[in-house]
């Protein structure tokens, strides 16, 4: 009776039992780690092409068109979206170009007049353990300011505002 009762108070499985506790939450770490990481890569990626679009718009801003890739956009958002997608970037959900130098932003720019460029993408969270998108998502965006170098004349569609400064 005593061998058997012995059998019992034995303690042979109790690191599985505790693993099977614990593993799920080192998981839960880990992966909200990567996930955190993955949506820092992505505000990065946004902070990259808000300075490669305003300095387009800064230097080849003389122009009423700019080529990506094979494709001749006649936008600057137009042209950072195509631009982000042709590098690697995320898919930008919106470009906004703004004059800064006045409270109500034209697409009559002189040189030395500020330009801001802001570019937003979505964020999908979870997207690494559920395999797809979820509805967990947040807006990631960046933006960049620089001053037009070139001489401009006239009105640019190329430049035209498209959100308020």
């Known amino acids: 009776m005593r061998a058997q009762f012995n059998r019992f108070r034995r303690e042979d ?3 599985l039992v505790e693993l099977a506790f614990v593993i799920p939450v080192v998981l839960l770490f880990l ?3 990567i996930d955190f990481g993955l949506a ?6 946004d902070t990259n092409i808000a300075n490669i679009a305003v300095r ?12 990506c890739g094979t494709t001749t956009e006649t936008s600057l958002g137009d042209w950072a979206k195509c631009e982000s ?4 970037g995320p898919t930008l959900s919106n470009v906004c170009v703004a004059d800064t130098a006045s409270s ?3 697409n009559t720019y002189t040189t030395g007049d500020p330009v801001k460029v802001e570019v937003t993408s979505s964020f999908s969270w979870l997207k690494l353990i559920t395999g797809q998108v979820s509805n967990l998502t947040s807006v990631i965006g960046a933006n960049a300011t620089m ?4 001489t401009l004349t006239g009105t640019n569609p190329f430049l035209s505002p498209t959100c308020t400064a």
């Open 13 to 15: 499985g109790q690191a």
């Open 104 to 106: 109500s932003p034209t």
């Open 147 to 150: 001053r037009v170098e070139g």
């Open 40 to 45: 820092l890569n992505q505000q990065n990626s």
């Open 31 to 33: 992966f909200g780690i």
């Open 85 to 88: 997608t042709s590098i690697g």
């Open 56 to 67: 387009e718009a800064a230097v080849v801003g003389t122009t009423t068109t700019a080529l």
